[in-house]
């Protein structure tokens, strides 16, 4: 079944509303921090599956709620550790989340568009 | 007894390889799971998703292991995490699907078309062999010339196919072809006119039209002769005369076997004029098939990658 336009499934909406608070706590965060504030803030016993978790910021970021860029390679070397891909909220998003439920997004974004 | 200790030993070698390894091969499981769905991915979007499950597996056991935790539960949450979001994976490549399926199918109409003409010659090398086999099959004609004759005649085609390419190759087959037609529309002539089964004057007078029509035709297709006879056009039965001539005025003496000694070469004449035909036209025969079943698998191809591409 085809979705509406604009409307976001219930992993997206709780990834949606997990970025806002970290961005909230520190600007850009990272794919294995939004699981684990998902599981935290919504006491999940797992972890969000890998698949649903990265095909959710793809959606996501495709829609305009979150933009995202590669992080500085040399960080990562000089932490010995693989390099992330950090994760920025919009003002869409942050327009949306929390204020909202997962169907009636398009209303909040067709509202706050007009109210523009 | 023995087998018993030796398993009970390996099973704990394995059990402590495991335990030791055991973060490692769950994190290279995952890996080559991602790495099997990705492939068909563009290298982008692929490495995008490898180098990021790559960080989230490093995040997530390191996190774990400052919580605490032991390796064996970290492997569950891993395991947990993989198992649950392996239809999202599947999704996740769906869409790229058509287009590499598309670039896949546009390529085997490219690799035909680049390979037509080893094709072709593989037709002529299929050609060669059914010839001989025939020939050694039958009892009849079994003489060392006629397979020496048979064989030479099918090598040429075969190397003429091969070296297509090269314009000197090319205006030989193409000569050739002309030889062996013009031989063709000479005997069909000779037929039409002495053999009682083209009787028929409906039946006459439409093979003695192709007779005159092939060779205007087998003469006006060709761009370099169009050129030598372009307002030459008296030059088109001057050619072609000797030839139909030559063969016709061959068959006849044949057929009414003036002298005997004429007869034999006559006999000659016409079995070497035969056999190019019959020879020459299997492999063209072959050559067209060959070359038909290319273009049109390689046109179903290009269409099919089109009804792919449509389809995304």
Sequence with gaps: MRRKSGALTPIEYSI??????????????????????????????????????????????????LSRRWEDPAIAAQENRPRRRLYQVTGKALSVALTSTPSNIPLVLALGESSL | MIAFLVSTVLAAIVGMFIRTHALTITKQIVMGWVWLYSAI????????????????????????????????????????????????????????????????????????????????????????????????????????????????????????????????????????????????VAVMGWMTIHYQLYAGMTFKILMLAMVAVLPAIIVVDKSWRQRLFRGRWWLIPICWAPIIAGALAGSLLIAHSIKPLLEMWAAMALLVVGMLIVYGLIALAAYVLCWLGIRGSEGGLRLVAAGIRHLR
């Design chain 2, 41 to 184: 991915a563009p290298k982008e979007d692929r490495d995008g998703r490898q180098a990021e499950v790559l960080s989230h597996l490093h995040e997530l056991i390191n996190n774990h292991q400052k919580a605490g935790y032991a390796p064996g539960e970290i492997v569950v949450r891993i395991l947990e995490s993989w198992v649950m979001g392996m239809v999202d994976d599947v999704a996740w490549c769906i869409p790229f699907v058509p287009g590499v399926l598309a670039d896949r199918v546009k390529g085997w109409g490219d690799n035909l078309r680049h390979y037509r003409i080893p094709a072709a010659m593989i037709a002529g090398v299929a050609t060669l062999g059914l010839m001989n086999y025939s020939f050694f099959s039958s009892p009849n004609n079994q003489s060392f010339g006629t397979w020496l004759f048979a064989n030479t005649i099918g090598i040429a085609i075969t190397v003429l196919l091969w070296k297509y390419n090269h314009p000197l190759a090319r205006r030989i087959f193409q000569a050739w072809i002309g030889i062996a037609m013009a031989g063709g």
């Design chain 1, 16 to 65: 949606l509303n997990a970025a806002v608070n970290l961005y909230r706590q520190g600007g850009e965060f990272y794919g294995f921090q939004i699981a684990k504030e998902i599981e935290d803030r919504e006491g999940a016993r797992r972890l969000t599956g890998l698949g649903t978790l990265y095909r959710a910021l793809d959606r996501l970021q495709e829609q305009g709620f």
